[in-house]
């Protein structure tokens, strides 16, 4: 049974639109995936142009992170900005939506990237059992033999996946892991106020396609790119990514 989330009250934005010469920025806030942090927009945030103003917002380390605790978070960190695009990476796309139901007056738009509505595949919901710290710490430690072995390798991907284990622990990870497992946002995004684009990798293994045509069932009008990559197209491919959000915001 999915996560019933209800919302209440909304964010107040009410402070002048970032300025770009004699053009306005468009903002576009980014939502971070388990890990809550900017590690992996890195890329992205690069490949932007001038023309959009992106704003990270990181998660806490520490504390309640369930989706409803984080929407909070999000609402607060937004007040101030007048109209927004909002991106939800992996495990945020619910939560974008949720912003979006709370916000419907300032989000221009919504972009699920590499996510999903309800748990990616649904072994991953009967397993939920095993997302408890114990296993996640023990993922980690066999996933850090290799980086340990190639101490000297220059790839960018596995030094910021090393990155965000020293900075979010195992245990915060497992928590947000059952959180997901939890929620359906199909409601959220049939009921959602404005356009939606979905950004997928066409071979992510962890959120495969079959949650790509459950998007589309659910909302036809949602556009959807597909890029090269897996589950961290946007990292590795943020070329494609930057042009897929600034075609969707222009």
Not at 173 to 190: G, K, Q, S
Request: a positive charge; hydrophobic letters at 50%.
């Amino acid at each position: 049974m999915g996560l019933s989330v209800k919302l209440v009250g909304s964010c107040d934005a009410r402070v002048e639109p970032v300025k770009n010469g004699p053009t306005t920025k468009r903002t576009l806030v980014l939502l971070p995936g388990l890990d809550g942090t900017d590690v992996f927009f890195r890329p992205l945030l690069a490949a932007l142009p001038e023309s959009v103003h992106p704003e990270v917002i990181s998660f806490p380390a520490a504390g309640a992170n369930e989706y409803t605790d984080l929407l909070k978070i999000v609402c607060e960190a937004v007040r101030g900005i007048p109209s927004f695009y909002v991106l939800g990476s992996s495990f945020s796309g619910p939560l974008a939506l949720m912003v979006a139901a709370m916000e419907p007056k300032t989000v221009l738009g919504v972009i699920l990237s590499v996510s999903f509505l309800r748990a990616p595949r649904p072994l991953y919901a009967r397993l939920r059992f095993a997302a408890v710290t114990p296993v996640i710490w023990m993922i980690r430690a066999c996933l850090r033999l290799p980086l340990w072995l190639a101490r000297g390798s220059h790839d960018q991907l596995r030094l910021d996946k090393a990155e965000t284990w020293r900075r979010v622990s195992a245990g915060m990870v497992a928590a947000r892991i059952r959180a997901l497992l939890l929620i359906d946002a199909r409601e959220f995004l049939r009921d959602c106020p404005c356009p939606v684009l979905c950004i997928a990798g066409r071979d992510d293994a962890i959120v495969p396609k079959r949650n790509v045509q459950e998007i589309v069932t659910v909302r036809p009008s949602t556009q959807v790119k597909l890029i090269e990559g897996g589950h961290f197209a946007t990292y590795t491919n943020p070329a494609a990514a930057a042009a897929a959000i600034v075609e969707f915001i222009e």
